[in-house]
């Protein structure tokens, strides 16, 4: 016992001291978050114990997330609904109550002689935290080479932030639009300030952290959720080696997931440039995000898409809906399987039961609700994800539901019906608050004008659609002949439920891919990049449920089947699929740099590259950060999206006028007044009418004009007597022409 106790701590204590030197001064936040995660987890068992109660671990890593996702939502709602302010106390206070809640619950169980906790099964426990800190840390290590909240979507998701970090009210005020509130979906931001409050830490650190945070997620979930697959096809009957086997795929499962790239990769980046070595020829470049921009760029045609995957988002280091929201779509998918081996082996019967008891229980079901409330919270955190996760959820409803009612085809029809109006209802009602202000950027859906090659189809998503489609062929052409009597739900119910789960988010994930294909959601980008947001968001999930299925189907064949040609389909998906890994290594030395020298480690502050970016502004842009309050309207010069423009809105939080035109453009689609805006931020800055000025100033309720470095780039004409006129100049920079003017 003794010797075992010293062989697990061991590597944990490893662990912990290779995080200290590795993240040096940045170590106490990253501990505060790991530590804040394992808490908020052990209490959650309560919840998450029973839900999934099929598990070996009993969701001990969902748990984290269940209870990161009550909390943080509960919070957001009474907020939202102006019972509370949006303040540390009030996110303390919810989780508090939560906690205390939950240990009641637990007791209660432990009276009835349930026990949430896994404690036949604490080894496992042990490597699940042991990954799940490894990961978290490699992630935070690599994005300490490129911490800046700068280029790309970075400034739009680390204003966000900062806006809510200032807010007390919920959504906060635009920081490129002073007159409206954020009408995006802003739910992934606002988890990354939720945690950072509750945990009371430094939002310029936990932008980075809740990128790798997430990324820590989408390996061990995967890793649990397909561990448990794999135990449960292997059954009890398990000796020797293979007792390892579900472990070996759930790691590999995780690997999948969020670490490889696609074939892509492979192709361009390994196999035409050794084709072109061989031959003598000059070797092409490979820049990783090719990986993601291939349809309508090679060869370049009038269709630019986007097929970003989990790694990529990673490496990149955006915090966008898209990404935040991977947690909890996994969350989902765990809850729906743990669901489905809950009832696989119920026989409902309206006769037994009585109408009234048979109907409560279909529509009470534990898990039915909470996918209901998680694809409620999606409208909020990535709209894409509640459409496609409510078709998913479906999916497995009408599945199981043809194999709990015995094919009873009126009874299927009628329950799933009901239980699909339910989920749409109670998803609808508990995410109120936000759609009742929010506007929608969607303007139909149309037939796709523009398809994809065959060949870049194959490349991007040949490896595991094949997979899925051998897998699932191969199933039901044997299932079928064992069976007598043929029939769907003969069918059905010979599929056991890793199978069949693997067939359901294989099939979904083929269907995400077909789409795009098919039509497309319109929305400004439609001149040229019709079909890009469409494929973007639909593909994204389609990959990350290719990734568990392929490797529960690559060990199905490996060590279930027993024909050879379906090894053989195996060992080439497997060994495939580990090459796309390469995609990790890359990406990381092209994006990242020396990060085997940790002297080359720049720490997690997303805001340190104001010093050498913006040295004419940082010292204004900081003495706004730390002297002002609530959320004044500051003006600033206004730009493109992806531009310089917009560093003081985006580094303080402050709403200014109007910000990132494009983005804007999707948000309000009113291009009018935004040209108009534009027009007159123009005039304030230029005019040589203080009257006129002052007007404008008065109409857009500005407490501050900034003039700095894009201001005096963008306006020639800058009439600085003007400005300087309209009130009291509270921050003048010693070495430059930087200044801030306070409206009297």
């Not at 969701?59 to 996702?69: A, C, D, E, H, P």
């Not at 994809?452 to 039901?476: D, E, K, R």
């Amino acid at each position: 016992m003794i010797k075992k106790t010293i062989i697990r701590v061991i590597p944990a204590a490893l662990l912990v001291a290779l995080s200290a030197f590795l993240l040096r001064g940045d170590v106490w936040t990253f501990w505060t978050w790991y530590l804040l995660a394992a808490v908020l987890g052990v209490v959650g068992m309560a919840v998450t114990g029973r839900l999934f109660r099929g598990f070996a671990d009993k969701g001990w890593m969902f748990s984290k997330v269940v209870s990161i996702t009550i909390t943080g939502f509960l919070t957001w709602f009474l907020v939202s609904i102006k019972l509370l302010k949006f303040t540390t106390v009030t996110c303390v206070g919810i989780t508090v109550v939560f906690g205390i809640v939950c240990i009641l619950l637990y007791e209660k169980q432990r009276k009835a002689g349930y026990d949430c906790l896994p404690i036949d099964n604490l080894d496992l426990v042990y490597i699940e935290e042991i990954l799940f800190f490894a990961v978290f840390l490699m992630w935070t290590y690599l994005a300490g080479f490129h911490p800046a909240a700068h280029g790309t979507e970075k400034f739009m998701d680390y204003g966000f932030m900062e806006a809510m970090m200032r807010s007390k009210t919920l959504p906060a005020t635009d920081i490129w639009y002073s007159q409206g509130k954020i009408n995006y979906y802003y739910g992934g931001q606002y988890f990354a300030v939720f945690l950072t409050k509750l945990s009371g830490t430094q939002v310029e650190l936990t932008y980075n952290l809740m990128r790798t945070f997430v990324a820590a997620f989408a390996f061990v979930l995967p890793f649990s959720l397909v561990r448990q697959m794999t135990v449960d096809m292997q059954g009890k009957k398990v000796y020797g080696w293979k007792k390892r086997l579900p472990s070996i795929t759930g790691f590999i499962a995780g690997l999948a997931v969020s670490i490889a790239g696609n074939m892509h990769y492979v192709v361009y980046a390994q196999i035409i440039p050794l084709i072109q070595k061989l031959k003598g020829q000059e070797v092409d470049s490979y820049w990783f995000p090719d990986a993601t921009r291939y349809i309508g760029f090679n060869p370049d045609v009038p269709d630019k898409t986007i097929h970003e995957f989990p790694c990529y988002s990673f490496v990149l280091g955006d915090l966008h809906a898209h990404v935040v929201n991977i947690m909890f779509v996994l969350l989902l998918l765990g809850v729906l399987y743990a669901w489905m081996q809950k009832v696989r082996n119920t026989t409902p019967s309206v006769e037994k039961l009585g109408a009234k008891k048979f109907w409560m229980q279909q529509l009470l079901m534990p898990h039915i609700l909470a996918a209901a409330m998680l694809l409620g919270m999606f409208h909020w955190t990535n709209y894409w994800d509640f459409v496609i996760y409510y078709v998913v959820t479906g999916g497995t409803v009408l599945f199981m539901n043809i194999i709990c009612l015995k094919g009873d085809i009126k009874r299927i029809i009628a329950v799933t019906a009901a239980q699909a109006v339910e989920i749409f209802a109670v998803a609808t009602v508990i995410i109120l608050p936000f759609t009742l202000q929010f506007t929608t950027m969607v303007q139909g859906v149309r037939l796709a004008q523009n398809h994809s090659l065959p060949h870049q189809l194959l490349i991007l998503w040949g490896l595991p659609t094949i997979l899925t489609l051998v897998f699932v062929i191969s199933l039901i052409v044997g299932k079928l002949k064992r069976l007598n009597h043929k029939s769907l739900y003969r069918l059905m119910k010979a599929i056991r439920t890793p199978d069949l789960f693997a067939v359901i988010m294989g099939l979904c994930a083929i269907g995400l891919v077909a789409i795009p294909e098919l039509v497309y959601v319109r929305d400004i980008y439609e001149n040229g990049n019709a079909r890009a947001n469409t494929m973007f968001k639909l593909t994204y999930q389609a990959y990350i449920m290719f990734g568990m299925t392929m490797v529960y189907v690559i060990f199905r064949q490996l060590f279930v089947n027993r024909k050879k040609i379906l090894k053989a389909v195996g060992v080439i998906g497997l060994a495939l699929l580990l090459w796309t890994c390469g995609y990790f290594g890359k990406s990381v030395d092209s994006w990242f740099g020396q990060v085997l020298d940790p002297s080359q480690y720049k720490g997690l502050n997303a805001t340190a590259f104001l010093e050498t970016d913006y040295a004419e502004d940082v010292g204004a842009i900081r003495w706004l950060k730390e002297n002002i309050e609530g959320s004044p309207v500051v003006l600033e010069a206004n730009g493109d999206s992806y531009s310089e423009y917009e560093r003081v809105s985006a580094m303080t939080g402050l709403p200014t006028v109007m910000g990132w035109y494009v983005h804007e453009w999707l948000w309000r689609n009113d291009v009018a007044d935004l040209n108009a805006k534009a027009d007159e931020i123009e005039t304030i800055y230029t005019s040589t009418n203080a009257a006129e000025v002052q007007m404008l100033v008065e109409k857009y309720d500005i407490s501050y004009i900034f003039v700095g470095s894009c201001e005096r780039e963008k306006y020639a004409d800058l009439n600085n007597e003007v400005l300087q006129s309209l009130g009291e100049i509270v921050y003048q920079d010693p070495d430059y022409e930087t200044y801030i003017v306070k409206i009297e």
